[in-house]
């Protein structure tokens, strides 16, 4: 009796050690492997620096693209290269005038460490210049890069290269990028570039020619030039001014891969030029698109260039894993567009499926009056081969509008046509997403970091602490306040 009492709790004691070291094991084994995943958190002045803007990029953003790419491969566990980072943080985003910012206010926050109004680039209200980080890293010696999908002279890359008192002054701020001395230009909008009645199609006013000032600084230039720019094999000490195209470069889901380079196309090129010279270096990358998406309240624009974003930082962090101890990637958005809410009425599913068959924008597709044609297009070009009948009502009612001249709201913006906003909101209601707005929302912005004291960009920030925090890590100074 004693002894069977021994046994029986010996084998207790066996199975109580068994389950115990088991549970030990579980414990620490997922984890470890998820932290060497992540390693990060080395402290100092990184020599490679990336700074990432989604231009309109939010939470909702960041999700929706994540969840599109899930639908696209297929893997319910895939997750967007900038939302693995393991540092994350939030930024406030408003400007100096207006609680709801615009993208000249607040990149020049994210630039300069300043808050300023609607509409200014690289200045404070009273109008002074304060200086960007991009020309703190030049002035301190490093390669500067400056990347977007947008004209070079548009809002978020002018803050880093210009300064005036409006964003609507292209041409001078055209003029300040000439004399940057950044050493990689790459995006869209030569037409501020090249002067009146030039053998390209000028928006100068004026006989200038901006192209010429690079050249005879020694720029390699790829003006109007995407398979020359493709070609460029980057050697040391090149620098480089490449704006591809008249205007933005193309929404992701218009972009014709064999002629236009991707974002990731352009970043790899631009890491390539600039790690040449075995300098520092510090770039920024746009992705400016994913505004204008928002601002039409197109969701599968959004999604597309969302995932062209996210790959060219993946061509960042492939860059990281190779200098883990001395890069640091900054990711985060410079404010939210279209106030986008993933859930709609009173329905839990998001079918982000709905999107995949959609192959253009809404630029692609164009109501003239051709009722027959419009349906056709969004058949063969769009993809919405199955619209119901209340669907196929929705936008005639949006037809009837647009033929007599009428808005469906009186808020609606001018680069909008009431089809457009119909057929964009006929696929918002399939995915079960809706918009607030057809313009910027006040919501805060996630930022996400990996590498060389990214650490110290995580927490609840405002935007003008991300541009101190860059100064301070790279040991630089931006404009003291007086
Ligand atoms: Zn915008």
């Given at each position: 009796m004693f002894n069977k009492n021994l046994k029986r709790i010996s084998l207790l004691l066996v199975l109580i050690l068994v389950a115990f070291s088991f549970s030990i094991y579980a414990m620490s084994s997922a984890p470890v492997e998820e932290k060497e995943g992540n390693k990060v958190v080395e402290q100092g002045t990184p020599k490679y620096v990336f700074l990432f803007i989604g231009d309109g990029m939010a939470s909702s953003q960041r999700m929706l693209g994540e969840y599109f790419l899930r639908a696209k491969t297929g893997d319910q566990n895939a997750k967007l290269t900038m939302n693995q980072f393991p540092v994350a943080g939030m930024n406030s985003t408003y400007a100096a005038n207006t609680l709801v910012t615009d993208s000249a206010a607040s990149a020049t926050a994210l630039a300069t460490g300043y808050k300023t109004n609607k509409g200014m680039i690289g200045q404070v209200p009273d109008g002074t210049a304060v200086k960007t980080i991009v020309e703190a890293a030049r002035d301190k010696g490093m390669a500067t890069g400056v990347i977007s999908t947008m004209r070079l002279t548009h809002a978020t890359p002018a803050s880093f290269l210009a300064h005036n008192e409006s964003r609507y002054n292209p041409n001078q701020i055209a003029e300040d990028i000439a004399a940057s001395d950044v050493d990689f230009l790459a995006g869209g909008g030569y037409r501020y570039f090249v002067p009146k009645d030039g053998e390209l199609k000028s928006k100068r006013k004026d006989d200038k020619d901006l192209v010429k000032v690079f050249e005879d600084k020694g720029y390699k230039s790829f003006v109007n030039d995407p398979a020359g720019f493709r070609d460029y094999k980057p050697e040391s000490g090149d620098k480089v001014f490449a704006p591809l195209t008249y205007s933005h470069l193309p929404y992701e889901l218009d972009r014709d891969p064999k002629k236009l380079p991707s974002l990731a196309e352009i970043t790899q090129k631009g890491i390539e030029t600039l790690s040449k010279k075995d300098n520092a270096f510090f770039m920024m990358v746009e992705g400016g698109r994913i505004d204008y998406a928002g601002h039409a309240n197109s969701p599968a624009t959004v999604a597309n260039d969302m995932l062209a974003f996210d790959q060219a930082i993946a061509k960042a962090y492939e860059f990281y894993k190779n200098h883990p101890k001395e890069t640091l990637i900054v990711v985060t958005g410079d404010h939210e567009t279209g106030g986008l809410g993933l859930g709609f009425k009173n329905d839990y599913f998001l079918n982000v499926d709905e999107l995949l068959p959609i192959k253009s924008s809404l630029d692609k597709i164009n109501y003239s009056g051709d009722r027959k044609a419009l349906f056709t297009a969004l058949k063969e070009e769009y993809g919405l081969t199955d619209l119901s009948d209340k669907e196929i009502a929705k936008i005639k009612q949006a037809m009837n509008l647009e033929d007599a001249g009428k808005?469906?709201?009186?808020?609606?913006?001018?680069?909008?046509?009431p089809v457009d906003a119909a057929i964009a909101n006929v696929l918002s209601e399939r995915v079960n997403l809706f918009w607030t707005t057809y313009a910027h929302s006040g919501t805060t912005v996630p930022l996400t970091a990996v590498g060389v004291s990214a650490t110290n960009f995580g927490g609840y920030k405002d935007n003008t602490e991300i541009a101190k925090t860059l100064a301070e890590v790279l040991g630089v100074k931006l404009t003291e306040a007086k």
């Open positions: 808005k469906p709201v009186e808020y609606m913006p001018g680069f909008m046509s």
